[in-house]
């Protein structure tokens, strides 16, 4: 091997590398965006399933609940991923077109966001208390399951064929530029933003569903969605463990015998 060869052939480790910190980095920011966001849907279906029956307590947490969702998820989190969706649809169309409905779908979901929250802050007491309330009611609860599918299917499909198609410099240009937090995770900051939607969050989740002897199929529901959360960011944290374990026992193992041809 020539001087030049393995001068070339030593910088692609490094390269591949630099990818995949880059892409551990900004992979790690969306799904800290799903596990706040999904945090949040929870105790959105958890306050709708009362909506009807105690409006006055509902309400408040619900709007902030969606005002979060709009401020942050919709406009920052998405603004994230379609940002990816673009360096995609620039290295691997075929793929991007497999993505294409969770484009739409983001759209779609802000208008839906936005007009519930609208409904929500318009509608009078005491007609929460009646059919208007469990109309509401019905739409957060679709709003709450279309979100959980969505988020499933980017992890599924988007993020994996993500990670799979784009270059170092693809990830270098998506790190450029302020990367701004989830305010999810910085309790104080959070709770100042939001506080009766913070204080809610901040219960057990036994105090959020309410005791009982036999579990709805809501609660069901909602505890095997919090098991899940938990087991993603087990599995996520797993991933990264291994990507550095597997980069170093790889740096470790290339001597410059190995390089020298």
Known sequence: MTGRAARKSARKPATRAHRDEAAARYMQLLREDHAGL????????????VLQSAPGAARPVLAEAMRYLLVYQH??????????????????????HNMHRLVREHRVGQEVAERLAGELSRTPLTQLRGKAGQRLAQQLHQYVQKTRDHMRREEAVFYTGSERVLRASDWKALLTGPMP??????????AARYPRLAERMSRPQRDVTGPSD????????????????RCAALLHRALDVAGWFARGVGGRSRTPGNDGG
């Open 181 to 190: 937090r989830d305010p999810a995770r910085d309790p104080q900051r959070f």
């Open 38 to 49: 999904s945090r949040v849907l929870r105790e959105i279906d958890a306050q709708q399933s």
């Open 214 to 229: 036999a579990l709805s199929g809501t609660d069901l529901r909602a505890r095997a969605e919090q098991v899940a959360e």
């Open 75 to 96: 406009s920052i989190h998405h603004a994230r991923e379609d940002q990816l969706f673009a360096r995609v649809r620039a290295r691997e169309p075929r793929l991007y």
